[in-house]
């Protein structure tokens, strides 16, 4: 199930609008691509979120501390041509700067996923290089992106009362770290 990049900024926008009206902390960027000077619309949202320090298992993990530890966590959504696709980037850190490593992201996946995670984290999530900072980042699969799009019945052709973008996103979540308010769930699609 492909998605055009102009459906893309459309449902990014709306996703930003609808984050802007209950300050959840998107914000719509633009990227120019040096080869052609294009602009490219992607989303961005960093929030610092309390993670179990039972599932990190770190240095940080001291016994005087409380049960969870702040983290702080960075969203890029992307749009993929190759996949035709959102495509989503990641990174979590400890507030001291030291990157969470692979294993502790795998770590974090929500339990009633975690197995099917374990049994193929290769192809779920892995850390790649940021196609715009050109820094590691972790990354969900696109094939992953477009398997989920097909689950929600998505159709480029199709007249949505919901925002495909929101959908796809609130389905994701789980995988890696988000937190979505549930205000997303219960709008339209204004556009």
Not at 5 to 10: G, N, T
Not at 53 to 74: A, F, G, R, T, W
Not at 88 to 106: A, I, P, Q, R
Not at 124 to 138: D, G, K, L, V, Y
Request: hydrophobic content about 35%; charged content about 20%.
């Amino acid at each position: 199930m492909s998605m055009t990049c102009q459906q893309f900024v459309e449902y990014a926008a709306d996703l930003k609008n609808h984050s802007d009206l209950i300050d959840d902390g998107w914000n719509l960027c633009q990227y120019q691509c040096p080869m052609n000077g294009s602009l490219i619309n992607y989303l961005v949202k960093k929030k610092i979120q309390k993670k179990n320090k039972s599932l990190l298992k770190s240095i940080h993990s001291d016994s005087l501390m409380e049960d969870k530890i702040p983290i702080v966590c960075e969203y890029h959504i992307l749009y993929n041509p190759s996949y035709s696709c959102p495509d989503v980037f990641f990174n979590m850190w400890y507030t001291d700067g030291k990157l969470l490593s692979l294993e502790h992201v795998w770590s974090l996946v929500h339990s009633f996923l975690k197995q099917n995670v374990v049994h193929d984290k290769w192809n779920a999530i892995t850390q790649e290089m940021h196609p715009f900072s050109n820094t590691p980042f972790f990354r969900l699969h696109p094939c992953k992106n477009t398997h989920v799009l097909k689950m929600l019945g998505f159709s480029p052709k199709n007249n949505y009362k919901f925002n495909p973008l929101i959908a796809w996103l609130s389905t994701i979540s789980p995988l890696i770290g988000l937190e979505m308010h549930l205000s997303y769930g219960n709008k339209e699609l204004k556009s």
